[in-house]
Nanobody, 116 residues
């Protein structure tokens, strides 16, 4: 079955950096577009980044553009999110996501807390 396992979250000061990972299994990772989302308490889940199957195209909302970088290693079935210049408002539970045959799949999430 499809499994997505996020890791790499933690507590970081404003201006700091974190790198999230998502280990994928149970589907053809190299043939799937992948996404990162986040959800803060009391807020709706928000799209953070997307990447094409071979990684040649990436997309971001304005809120993270220039600070976050999504990437992938198809040989390792792993998705990454490099987050730089973190802000207090980046604190959230971060999820990786794949859409397969009309169904959304999510990992359990990894918590990112930005605090001084």
């Amino acid at each position: 079955q499809v499994q997505l396992v996020e890791s790499g979250g933690g507590l970081v000061q404003p201006g700091g950096s974190l790198r999230l990972s998502c280990a994928a299994s149970g589907f053809s990772f190299s043939r799937s577009q992948m996404y990162w989302y986040r959800q803060a308490p009391g807020k709706r889940r928000e799209w953070v980044a997307g990447i094409s199957e071979i990684g040649d195209t990436t997309n971001y909302p304005d809120s993270v553009k220039g600070r976050f970088t999504i990437s992938r290693n198809n040989a390792k079935n792993t998705l990454y999110l490099q987050m730089n210049r973190l802000k207090l408002e980046d604190s959230a539970l971060y999820y990786c996501n794949v859409l397969l045959a009309g169904d959304d799949y999510w990992g359990q999430g990894t918590q990112v807390t930005v605090s001084s």
